[in-house]
């Protein structure tokens, strides 16, 4: 069984700051890739952001690279997504998903396996 849980959304102004985490359950966390992806009403979902079992491996969108960063911390299982210089276009609901290790990191979505259930984020004007 597995279960992932984010948090940390909320509303922001445009230009600040906000971190999102998303806590692991059910697998060994070590042995896991995370992404993170978001995916507003009515379009398809965006690659975001992922990172390797040993975070030696990190991918980043074009859209969020040099505002927002990913990290981890196997020791709590949870993966981390510290976005700053929000912008408005940045309002969605962001999610977490988990692929094993072994297979590698990507920025495809359909290659994880498993997904929370979302945490919103608005960045207001």
């Known amino acids: 069984q597995v279960q992932l849980v984010e948090s940390g959304g909320g509303l922001v102004q445009a230009g600040g700051s906000l971190r999102l985490s998303c806590a692991a359950s059910?697998?060994?966390?070590?042995?896991?890739?995370m992404g993170w992806f978001r995916q507003a009403p009515g379009k398809e979902r965006e690659f975001v952001a992922a990172?390797?079992?040993?975070?030696?491996?990190?991918y980043y969108a074009t859209s969020v690279k040099g505002r927002f960063t990913i990290s981890r911390d196997n020791a709590k299982n949870t993966v981390y997504l510290q976005m700053n210089s929000l912008k408005s276009e940045d309002t969605t609901v962001y999610y977490c998903?988990?692929?094993?290790?072994?297979?590698?990191?990507?920025?495809?979505?359909?290659?994880?396996?498993?997904w929370g259930q979302g945490t919103q984020l608005t960045v207001s004007s």
């Open positions: 998903a988990e692929r094993p290790a072994r297979i590698g990191v990507t920025r495809s979505g359909a290659e994880y396996d498993y």
């Open positions: 059910g697998r060994t966390f070590s042995s896991i890739n």
């Open positions: 990172i390797s079992a040993t975070s030696v491996t990190i």
